[in-house]
């Protein structure tokens, strides 16, 4: 069973940056694709970023691409998320998740099957 733990979020004002974190229990960690959802109440989650096993391969959403950075540390089952030049629509709470079978970086949803708790960003104006 892998468990997952987001850490790095806050209040920040537009403008500036936070780096999230997620550190996964399980020693296979390294051999799947990771991705980064976000979601705000009434609304579905949705992707963030994404980056394969080996991190050769990153995709990212139109919204953040250019301003947030994904990058993974197999030795330490560490998953970041480098997050600049932030806005109020960037507020969400944040998930990190990894997927159940399959190496490569995907947005899609439902490829993933084991999630974190979720740490809160918000960004004011």
């Not at 209040?11 to 979601?39: D, I, N, P």
């Not at 197999?74 to 998320?81: E, H, V, W």
């Not at 944040?94 to 490829?111: M, P």
Request: positive net charge; charged residues 20%.
């Amino acid at each position: 069973q892998v468990q997952l733990v987001e850490s790095g979020g806050g209040l920040v004002q537009a403008g500036g940056s936070l780096r999230l974190s997620c550190a996964a229990s399980a020693r296979t960690f390294s051999k799947y694709g990771m991705g980064w959802f976000r979601q705000v109440p009434g609304k579905e989650r949705e992707f963030v970023a994404a980056i394969s096993w080996s991190g050769s391969s990153t995709v990212y959403a139109d919204s953040v691409k250019g301003r947030f950075t994904i990058s993974r540390d197999n030795a330490k089952n560490t998953l970041n998320l480098q997050m600049n030049s932030l806005n109020p629509e960037d507020t969400a709470a944040y998930y990190c998740a990894v997927r159940r079978v399959g190496t490569g970086a995907t947005k899609a949803r439902e490829e993933y099957g084991y999630w974190g708790q979720g740490t809160q960003v918000t960004v004011s104006s």
